[in-house]
């Protein structure tokens, strides 16, 4: 199967922060589904982005296909009250 590489392994935003998570991938793809996990293990559909840019609220990410990766830009939490990241 395909390997996922991610940096940093987990993150816990406080309120406010900002930040970015990478990831590469084993094989190309144009299949990317950012999830967040919560404290108690359960999977949260955040969005798909099989390739290019895309923004939604808070969560901007970035995949390109051929460099086998894609990156999810988490902005400040202050102004928008959901999703909580
Ligand atoms: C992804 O690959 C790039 C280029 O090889 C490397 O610089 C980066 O550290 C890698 N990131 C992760 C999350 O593995």
């Known amino acids: 199967g395909m390997q996922v590489e991610q ?3 987990a993150l816990i ?3 406010g ?3 970015t998570l990478l990831c590469n991938f084993s094989t ?3 299949n990317v589904q950012w999830f967040r996990q919560n404290p108690g293990g359960h999977l949260i559909n955040l969005f798909y982005i099989p390739s290019g840019t895309k923004q939604s609220g808070r969560l901007t990410s970035t995949t390109v296909s051929k460099e086998r990766r894609s990156s999810l ?4 939490s202050q102004t928008t009250p959901s999703p909580h990241i």
């Open 7 to 9: 940096s940093p392994p």
């Open 13 to 15: 935003l406080q309120e």
């Open 17 to 19: 922060a900002s930040s």
């Open 28 to 30: 190309s793809t144009n």
């Open 73 to 76: 830009y988490i902005s400040s």
